[in-house]
């Protein structure tokens, strides 16, 4: 007999955990939170705290392109916050993209 939480040998594998996916998928493509959270049926909010949980687990694999004002064209280059930014500093417009997230090849040692 086996406790809770136990699968016996040679049992069914476990799906992978939401950070798991997060990571498989941004390693095939670059996307938004949004559209993670969209893809994976989680709020942005859930997506963009796992993704402070995949940064400090992956260090520098885990890769930032700011996001954009639509409207003038203004790259968010000096943000750290993973989170979309609410407005542009420049036009004060709230037509912003991004930011988008990427996950670059694993190292392999040996």
Known sequence: MHGRGHLPPGAMQLSPTIRQSIIAILEREELSA???AEDLALTPAEV???????RRSLKNRLQVTPA???????WFKKR???DAPGR?????SQRVDGPWFRVSGRTRTG
């Open 68 to 74: 954009q004002c639509r409207d003038c064209g203004y």
């Open 34 to 36: 949004r559209v993670l």
């Open 88 to 92: 542009c500093p420049a036009c004060r």
């Open 48 to 54: 963009e705290s796992h993704l402070e949980h995949v």
């Open 80 to 82: 750290t916050r993973l």
